[in-house]
């Protein structure tokens, strides 16, 4: 069902979807000259928190300057390299390699470097699972800046230092408050990005923002196990179904029938993955007929069969 101000605004609901699963947390206090490799993680963000000091981040594509107050995200699971302006020479070394001292399984207290001026670091690794969350995310630069001088970012200003003061010390319920502050400035950095880049609400953000295509979309977000054809999508759009069709494809990249069936797949792989379920759930909930069918889409689409994901899947809570 869609609610209300979904059909309003299907950017935020996509944003609303940004719920990371997996985060690990890291506390760096680091003195110059120092320089860490961040290795690459699968379908993830890291996040860089400056909160003292000065560090460049150098990721594939781009290199940023960070002063303190400022936020780097490097989405699509991108290894980077973190570092002083004088880093030492040579290869850096992985900074999950590094001796430090954990002090829950998913946060740990980094000390690090040379024993020149002092930085200090707050690093994060999320991993979100929704597809729409991660269509949005797979749009974004290769690293995302938001400085602490930027018109507008004092929300963002006042998540860091909340954050900060989180996990300088381990209180309980500490790490829980910190994941949900992850969360949030994980949104506004995406949102900042948007903001002051235009370019960005074109494809598949610009088709969410159409007010008939964007529609449909948020039709077959919401359920995609309905009975989609392209008659019913149209009708969602309140569009003829000629118009309809070249439309979505002009605005989406591609036809309509072919994005239900991307879309349902990602699902799926996230299903099978995420818990403990089986193939012919999965493909009851989507719709098809049969599994022998389901199975059918999904290797055409995936390139894999579903119970070799299925087979990889995470363990069910409990």
Same mark, same amino acid.
């Given at each position: 069902?869609?609610?209300?101000?979904?059909?309003?605004?299907?950017?935020?609901?996509?944003?609303?979807?940004?719920?990371?699963?997996?985060?690990?947390?890291?506390?760096?206090?680091?003195?110059?000259?120092?320089?860490?490799?961040?290795?690459?993680?699968?379908?993830?963000?890291?996040?860089?928190?400056?909160?003292?000091?000065?560090?460049?981040?150098?990721?594939?594509?781009?290199?940023?300057?960070?002063?303190?107050?400022?936020?780097?995200?490097? /989405?699509?699971?991108?290894?980077?390299?973190?570092?002083?302006?004088?880093?030492?020479?040579?290869?850096?070394?992985?900074?999950?390699?590094?001796?430090?001292?954990?002090?829950?399984?998913?946060?740990?207290?980094?000390?690090?470097?040379?024993?020149?001026?002092?930085?200090?670091?707050?690093?994060?690794?999320?991993?979100?699972?929704?597809?729409?969350?991660?269509?949005?995310?797979?749009?974004?630069?290769?690293?995302?800046?938001?400085?602490?001088?930027?018109?507008?970012?004092?929300?963002?200003?006042?998540?860091?230092?909340?954050?900060?003061?989180?996990?300088?010390?381990?209180?309980?319920?500490?790490?829980?408050?910190?994941?949900?502050?992850?969360?949030?400035?994980?949104?506004?950095?995406?949102?900042?990005?948007?903001?002051?880049?235009?370019?960005?609400?074109?494809?598949?953000?610009?088709?969410?923002?159409?007010?008939?295509?964007?529609? +449909?979309?948020? +039709?077959?977000?919401?359920?995609?196990?309905?009975?989609?054809?392209?008659?019913?999508?149209?009708?969602?759009?309140?569009?003829?179904?000629?118009?309809?069709?070249?439309?979505?494809?002009?605005?989406?990249?591609?036809?309509?029938?072919?994005?239900?069936?991307?879309?349902?797949?990602?699902?799926?792989?996230?299903?099978?993955?995420?818990?403990?379920?089986?193939?012919?759930?999965?493909?009851?909930?989507?719709?098809?007929?049969?599994?022998?069918?389901?199975?059918?889409?999904?290797?055409?689409?995936?390139?894999?069969? /579903?119970?070799?994901?299925?087979?990889?899947?995470?363990?069910? /809570?409990?």
């Amino acid at each position: 069902m869609t609610l209300p101000w979904e059909d309003r605004d299907r950017l935020g609901t996509t944003l609303h979807r940004l719920r990371m699963r997996g985060a690990f947390y890291c506390h760096a206090d680091l003195t110059e000259p120092w320089a860490l490799t961040m290795p690459a993680v699968p379908d993830s963000v890291s996040f860089h928190v400056l909160t003292a000091g000065s560090c460049r981040v150098e990721a594939p594509g781009a290199a940023v300057d960070l002063r303190a107050g400022d936020l780097a995200l490097v /989405p699509h699971g991108a290894g980077h390299l973190l570092r002083t302006a004088d880093g030492p020479a040579g290869p850096a070394p992985r900074a999950d390699l590094l001796p430090q001292r954990y002090l829950t399984d998913h946060y740990s207290v980094l000390r690090h470097g040379g024993g020149g001026a002092p930085a200090t670091l707050l690093c994060g690794v999320v991993v979100f699972d929704d597809p729409a969350a991660r269509a949005l995310l797979a749009l974004l630069p290769a690293v995302v800046h938001v400085a602490a001088d930027d018109p507008g970012p004092t929300s963002t200003r006042e998540t860091v230092r909340l954050m900060a003061a989180e996990l300088a010390a381990v209180r309980p319920g500490g790490e829980t408050i910190a994941t949900r502050l992850a969360d949030v400035l994980v949104v506004q950095a995406i949102r900042a990005w948007l903001d002051r880049d235009p370019a960005a609400r074109s494809g598949w953000l610009g088709a969410l923002d159409d007010p008939q295509v964007g529609r +449909a979309l948020a +039709a077959v977000h919401a359920e995609p196990g309905g009975d989609w054809t392209l008659d019913r999508l149209a009708r969602a759009a309140a569009m003829s179904r000629t118009a309809f069709a070249a439309r979505f494809t002009e605005l989406v990249g591609e036809p309509p029938m072919r994005y239900v069936t991307r879309w349902r797949m990602a699902v799926a792989h996230d299903r099978l993955r995420a818990r403990s379920t089986t193939v012919a759930s999965v493909a009851d909930e989507l719709g098809y007929r049969s599994e022998a069918a389901f199975s059918r889409a999904f290797t055409r689409t995936t390139g894999r069969t /579903p119970g070799s994901v299925r087979a990889g899947a995470r363990p069910g /809570p409990g």
